[in-house]
Each structure stands twice: as C-alpha cells, then as structure tokens.
C-alpha cells in the first residue's frame, strides 16, 4: 500500500487547511500523526473503517475532523481554528487489518506510511 499525503501549507492562526491521503490500497485502519521539530512524533487522530469509530488526541478535539472517502480511498483531515502549536509535518498512517484500541494511539500499530506534508500556523 501506498500513501500519498497533500494539502500543506503556511496559513495563520484561526486559519483552516484540510489535508488529504490517498491510499493505493485497500486498509482497515488509517490516521493522521504528526511530528513538531525536536519533539516525538504524536497521535492526531484514528479512523476504523469497518466500524466507522473515530478517535481523536484531545489536543485536536473540537478542531480537527478526520474522514474517509471510500468512493476515492481518500483519508481526509479538516483542520479549523489552528493554532502555532499544530505547527509540524502531518503523517497518514494505514495498516491492512484492524488496530486495536489500546494501540491506536502508537505509531508502532501502523504498517504503512505517507511521505509528510509540512503544516505552518503562524501566529
């Protein structure tokens, strides 16, 4: 499978951007990560698409909506009301077979992995 992310870009605080993964394949489990300079790479948000549950870190929620389009194998991100601190590159990340709850969360569940795309909020 591979993963194709778009969408980044430098826009200002309170700005919206949405984001895009395009997957060659056919997935269970999709997400969006993302990596600050100097810092670890984080969970941003989690899609189970045979059950349709979404899971999101609670530093996004409210603000980011995460999606997927099966017509177009799409995963999607919405991103509303940045803010400097979203400033990182962003990650799709998939695996074939479902991930577990308790492992959503972890980098280490998922098998595959967009190239990145740069998000800048300035302030």
């Known amino acids: 499978v591979q993963l194709q992310a778009s969408g980044g870009g430098l826009v200002q605080a309170g700005d919206s951007l949405r984001l895009s993964c395009a997957a060659s394949g056919r997935t269970a489990t999709m997400a969006w990560f993302r990596q600050a300079p100097g810092l670890e790479r984080e969970f941003v948000a989690a899609?189970?698409?045979?059950?349709?549950?979404?899971y999101y870190a609670d530093s996004v929620k409210g603000r980011f909506t995460i999606s997927m389009d099966n017509a177009k194998n799409t995963l999607d991100l919405q991103m509303n009301s940045l803010k400097p601190e979203d400033t990182a590159v962003y990650y799709c990340?998939?695996?074939?077979?479902?991930?577990?709850?308790?492992?959503?969360?972890?980098?280490?569940?998922?098998?595959?992995w967009g190239q990145g795309t740069l998000v800048t909020v300035s302030s």
């Open positions: 990340a998939a695996k074939l077979s479902q991930v577990i709850l308790s492992a959503l969360r972890s980098g280490d569940s998922y098998a595959y």
């Open positions: 899609i189970r698409r045979n059950s349709g549950h979404i």
